[in-house]
């Protein structure tokens, strides 16, 4: 199995290797207290007013975009915790999946299958400024696992604005049912479907009222 080669990624929206330190200051920056190692030191600064309290412009940093973004980028002194930032979804049939995916949830996608060598659609799920990451559909490497049996890889969990009306949508698409809908109580709707390839993934409705 091959993986999109990160040449690819960059060429198709996806983020390069970030530079080692990318921030600016903002207005925001001038109330935030901020933690920037020295050496084996780490030492606790007020950023409230930057130059005035004596410390260089880069002690005001803030980052431009929120934590889940490839854009978020600390010092090179802190240490950062690994985030997912991409997704394979396998399939015995590549272009059906693209089609089930691209119709029930409205993602867009791209064939990127000269790049990685074997069929292989890149999947857009939405713009860069909101929570989520963007995946692809790959050739899976056998047959597809059989409705009922082991789960094999992730599971995939995707929020929708109206369940009922996105179970719907996933049957009329060729989706099956894995687990029916239940409430996560005073949090959301929750529950699990079978896609054309017979990977399981979830679909999540926040509701504070379900019970």
């Avoid at 780490?42 to 431009?64: K, Y």
């Avoid at 064939?111 to 060598?117: E, K, L, Q, V």
């Avoid at 687990?179 to 679909?203: C, R, S």
Wanted: proline content about 9%.
């Amino acid at each position: 199995m091959v993986s999109l080669p990160i040449r690819a990624c960059a060429r198709h929206g996806y983020p390069q290797a970030p530079e080692p330190y990318v921030t600016k200051p903002t207005e925001s920056s001038r109330e935030t207290v901020g933690l920037v190692t020295l050496g084996v030191a780490e030492v606790r600064i007020a950023a409230r007013r930057g130059r005035r309290a004596g410390f260089p412009t880069v002690a005001r940093r803030v980052s431009v975009a929120p934590p889940y973004s490839p854009a978020y980028r600390q010092s090179p002194q802190e240490e950062l915790m690994p985030r997912v930032v991409h997704f394979e979804i396998h399939a015995a049939d590549v272009q059906r999946a693209v089609t089930f995916y691209t119709e029930v949830f409205g993602w867009t996608s791209e064939d990127w299958s000269s790049f990685a060598g074997s069929p292989y659609y890149g999947l857009v799920t939405g713009p860069d400024d909101k929570p989520g990451i963007n995946g692809a559909v790959m050739e899976r490497q056998g047959d597809n696992m059989p409705v009922g049996g082991p789960i094999a890889g992730a599971v995939l969990t995707i929020e929708v604005e109206d369940f009922d009306a996105m179970a719907a949508a996933i049957e009329t698409a060729g989706g099956t049912v894995a687990l029916p809908k239940q409430a996560l109580a005073q949090m959301a709707w929750q529950g699990y479907f079978h896609d054309t390839e017979n990977n399981v993934f979830g679909i999540h409705q926040p509701d504070p009222e379900a019970r």
